[in-house]
């Protein structure tokens, strides 16, 4: 249960990451409601796992999943560049996120 939490959380980050594109600088009222909702909740349940995982765990995957999942976003939604060093240091991150759930003691 603590990790789909923090995989939500980390999901929150991505959207409010990919959110702040649309808000064009807090301009437009509702992407900037949504962009402010989606901060505070995944700070919020990244908070919770952290009472039940180390917080350097927590956050590193918390970020994690933020930066893969914004490098995505950013490549479908708006033609961010691809190639081979972009995706290889997804891949890195992905398997550091691994790493720190296969030496997790929860």
């Keep these: 249960?603590?990790?789909m939490?923090?995989?939500l959380a980390g999901l929150l980050?991505?959207?409010w990451a990919i959110g702040l594109k649309y808000t064009d600088s807090f301009s437009k009222l509702w992407p900037s409601v949504f962009t402010v909702i989606a901060m505070v909740l995944s700070v919020v349940l990244l908070g919770w796992v952290m009472k039940y995982l180390p917080v350097g765990t927590a956050y590193a995957v918390w970020v994690g999943i933020g930066v893969v999942?914004?490098?995505i976003l950013g490549i479908v939604l708006f033609s961010e560049p691809v190639n081979t060093v972009r995706v290889v240091s997804?891949?890195?991150i992905v398997i550091g996120i691994i790493g720190l759930k296969l030496t997790s003691s929860d």
Excluded: K, N
């Design 1 to 3: 249960m603590t990790w």
């Design 5 to 7: 939490v923090l995989f």
């Design 13 to 15: 980050e991505v959207a």
């Design 69 to 71: 999942g914004t490098v």
């Design 90 to 92: 997804m891949a890195l």
